[in-house]
């Protein structure tokens, strides 16, 4: 079972960033399809980024696009979600989750039925 840890969130105003880290225990993340998804309170869970296709192509949910950018970081255990000019929407418990399958297959990209392995979960606010 791959082990995810999300770490990076907190209490930031409205414009500012945060990065998000997701690792992996013992596991290359660099094997695995891994996406990023969120949960406001009240609101059902929704995808925010995705890196599941082997061709290293990423993939955005259209409210976050030209904000947040989904990276693999140099030792091979590590995903970031860089998130830029944050909003008050952004507000949100955020997830890691991995699959072992790659797919060029967009809808199901924030199919939470797709993965298998999931974080703890990381909470984002943004407010003055």
């Known amino acids: 079972q791959l082990q995810l840890v999300e770490s990076g969130g907190g209490l930031v105003q409205p414009g500012g960033s945060l990065r998000l880290s997701c690792v992996a225990s013992?596991?290359?993340?660099?094997?695995?399809?891994v996406s990023w998804f969120r949960q406001a309170p009240g609101k059902e869970r929704e995808g925010v980024s995705s890196?599941?296709?082997?061709?290293?192509?990423?993939y955005y949910a259209d409210s976050v696009k030209g904000r947040f950018t989904i990276s693999r970081g140099n030792s091979k255990n590590v995903v970031f979600l860089q998130m830029d000019n944050l909003r008050p929407e952004d507000t949100a418990v955020y997830y890691c989750?991995?699959?072992?399958?790659?797919?060029?297959?967009?809808?199901?990209?924030?199919?939470?039925?797709?993965?298998?392995?999931w974080g703890q979960g990381t909470q984002v606010t943004v407010s003055l």
């Open positions: 989750a991995a699959s072992g399958t790659w797919t060029t297959n967009k809808s199901v990209y924030f199919d939470s039925r797709w993965y298998d392995n």
């Open positions: 013992t596991f290359n993340l660099d094997l695995y399809c």
């Open positions: 890196a599941c296709n082997n061709d290293g192509s990423t």
